[in-house]
């Protein structure tokens, strides 16, 4: 490599190898709770599954997220793993009519599954920033020193 060569702003480097950690489960919970995993207070939504452009409290930066899919996922797997045995174990020892099974399962189903999906996407968000994954690890100017985070 030539020294003339440009390294994008985003590639990892010595420099931002030695960023202060973050706390992963501190910024996990937080935003389970949809809550800014920087700072806990400020609100990670504006709409549903809308992240906000910016924390309200600190101004941590929300776009650089790529949450995707990957909420949906996790939501399936979850809720799959809860109403799939219970389907099959009310089935082999009971067998009702297929009518109560569906009038049980399919609303659970949704219900379910719309309550987790914003928590877990907050979890996702959380865990990228955390692990600086994306944009989120250019912008070290609201760090905390990592012992301040776990102290909370
Ligand atoms: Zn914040």
């Not at 049980?104 to 996407?121: D, E, G, N, R």
């Not at 994954?133 to 102290?151: E, Q, V």
Request: glycine residues 6%.
């Amino acid at each position: 490599m030539d020294s003339q060569t440009s390294v994008p702003a985003t590639t990892w480097t010595a420099e931002l190898g030695t960023l202060p950690k973050r706390d992963l489960w501190t910024a996990m919970k937080r935003g389970w709770r949809c809550r800014c995993p920087n700072c806990g207070k400020g609100k990670l939504f504006r709409a549903f599954l809308k992240t906000a452009d910016s924390c309200s409290e600190c101004g941590q930066d929300f776009t650089h997220h790529r949450a995707d899919d990957l909420p949906a996922y996790l939501v399936i797997v979850v809720v799959g793993h809860i109403v799939v045995p219970v389907g099959l174990w009310v089935e082999t020892n009971y067998a009702p009519p297929i009518a109560w099974q569906l009038a049980a399962y399919l609303p659970f189903t949704l219900i379910a599954s719309l309550a987790l999906l914003q928590p877990i996407k907050g979890t996702v968000v959380g865990l990228q920033w955390a692990l600086r994954m994306h944009g989120f690890d250019t912008d070290t100017s609201l760090d905390k020193p990592a012992a301040a985070a776990a102290a909370e």
